[in-house]
């Protein structure tokens, strides 16, 4: 398949790349600036904005699905992400791409009690800004016509652990969960060849 990733320069978005080339796709990796990103090899690197259709659009086109696993701390994150998710989904529609699996935040994610993770007891809100712009761009995403995934891990990253090559899917958000981005993008790519997920959010964690 020819896959597009935007946020193909951070750390979920590196290993979705990885995932895919390891599996034999063609990957178009989208970054703000290729020259940065000398390390992304074996794909062809594009310079996109993820808040910009238009230049979704020219990135898209050609390509079979894409995931997002962009964002962007300089911007208020409320803004980013309602405009990365309008952007995407009108800039893949015009693109003729229908598949889209994003990256998610395990703490607008349902937790054991039904209530997101972000408002359970003894929850860290400290950046409950962030927490707020991704529930405001997966509602976002929700008016949208394509057919995307919301994947989230059930609790955090693993930042150093090795591919297991396992994951599963989670009942609910767990934030003592742990999941290598090696192993989350196992899942991401999974959603790609074989959608299991449409129109709606998951959360995976640890095999």
């Not at 600036?33 to 990135?59: F, K, N, Y």
């Not at 950046?127 to 059930?154: I, K, M, N, Q």
């Amino acid at each position: 398949m020819n896959i597009v990733v935007f946020g193909a320069g951070g750390r979920a978005g590196r290993q979705a790349v990885a995932e895919a080339r390891r599996r034999g796709h063609q990957v178009t990796a989208v970054v703000r600036d290729p020259a940065g990103h000398g390390d992304l090899t074996d794909v062809r690197v594009v310079a996109g904005d993820v808040t910009d259709a238009e230049s979704i659009e020219q990135a898209a086109t050609g390509q079979d699905a894409a995931v997002s696993a962009a964002a962007d701390l300089t911007v208020a994150p409320h803004d980013f992400f309602t405009a990365s998710a309008r952007a995407l989904g009108t800039g893949l529609a015009k693109a003729g791409v229908r598949r889209l699996v994003v990256v998610g935040l395990a703490s607008i994610m349902p937790g054991a009690s039904g209530a997101p993770l972000m408002d359970e007891p003894g929850y860290p809100n400290e950046y409950r800004s962030f927490y707020l712009g991704h529930a405001a761009g997966l509602d976002e995403l929700r008016t949208c016509d394509l057919d995307w995934a919301y994947v989230a891990p059930a609790g955090d990253f693993d930042h150093d652990g090795a591919r297991t090559g396992r994951y599963r899917i989670a009942d609910h958000g767990d934030p003592a969960s742990r999941i290598t981005y090696a192993d989350f993008a196992i899942a991401l790519v999974d959603e790609i060849e074989a959608p299991r997920h449409h129109r709606t959010a998951v959360s995976v964690r640890e095999a």
